[in-house]
């Protein structure tokens, strides 16, 4: 949509969406804290299971199934070599920055890639109440089910309900609203960590009191508030200015960014995993299927802990 002009749209859509999410799942609360734990150990036992199926139904859906397999497979086996090598704080930075970041930034920069005028429309239309309510089912399962992302939780969901592009959109931009909700509660009931956030929660304190619950909620709901508007606003005037920006040279900067980074925080070690991962990356965009599947980095190490075959595969791999 930005390729078009219509990038405003986009953020739009994105945007409401998160706050249609959020409402939603403040509306849900009494019936999370209800079913919530009980879905948590019901599933917990096949959890392997079911990410098989999401695999299956993510790869039948392809109009290239084989090649999705293979790359699924293929980013699998460098998700469990490098997290079974490495240590997680080196390894997964790097690779999820070399698997969708820089390959996609080269991409760009290959096809020299121009961004046009953008339009500010007056008024967008799309079915919120649809779209609300795939990325509330979206979040849900992204929080119940470790290794997936939002991204693969959205399409699924997005193809259960039949919802169409802008009713997408608004999913995508509520999935992380709705899983931050649904990690903090698992959180609250389990004591299980399941986000970036709940790590950081987890190192302020190792329990949580229903008062906490509840100011979370409330800070939740003003965070959403004020960061919905404030972007609705700072948006509109850089998709104005897009125009003067020379695309490819900013792509160049964030690639030597992102490097850096890597290099930073996981050493040459994590050089070399961001470089792999990139050449996946590269590999999936053209042989054109869906780049969730390079998801298989976290979802196959993750069915392998699951099921229990994780330490014969190790023994079978280094011997």
Known sequence: MLLEGRGYDALFLVTIGGLGVMFLTIISLPFL????????????????????FVVLWMVYTEKKRLTALFLFILSGLFGFITLSSFPSSITIFP??????????????????????????????HADWLKGSLTGWIAGLFSGLLPGLGSSQTGVL??????????????????????????????????????????????????????????MLVIVAIFTSLISAVLTIKIGKYFLRKMKIIDYTKFASFIIISLIFLVIL??????????????????????????????????????????????????NILWS
Not at 170 to 185: D, E, M
């Open 33 to 52: 804290f209800f079913f919530l734990p009980s879905l948590y150990f019901t599933t917990r036992p096949v959890i392997h299971m079911i990410l098989i």
């Open 157 to 214: 969901a997005a193809q259960m309900l039949k919802t169409k592009m802008k009713e997408f959109l608004i999913a995508l931009g509520g999935i992380n609203t709705a899983n931050i909700f649904f990690t903090f509660l698992l959180f609250y009931f389990t004591g299980k960590i399941r986000s970036g956030a709940i790590w950081a929660i987890s190192q302020i304190t190792d329990e949580l009191t229903l008062n906490d619950v509840y």
């Open 95 to 124: 690779a999820l920055t070399g698997l969708f970041g820089i390959s996609t930034l080269v991409t760009s920069i290959v096809h020299r890639t121009k961004i046009p005028t953008q339009k500010v429309a007056n008024e967008v």
């Open 265 to 314: 925080f996981s050493g040459f070690v994590g050089l070399l995993i961001a470089i792999t991962g990139t050449f996946l990356g590269l590999f999936t965009i053209y042989s054109g299927v869906r780049r969730t599947h390079l998801m298989g980095f976290l979802v196959l190490p993750t069915i392998l802990y699951f099921s229990g075959l994780n330490p014969i595969l190790i």
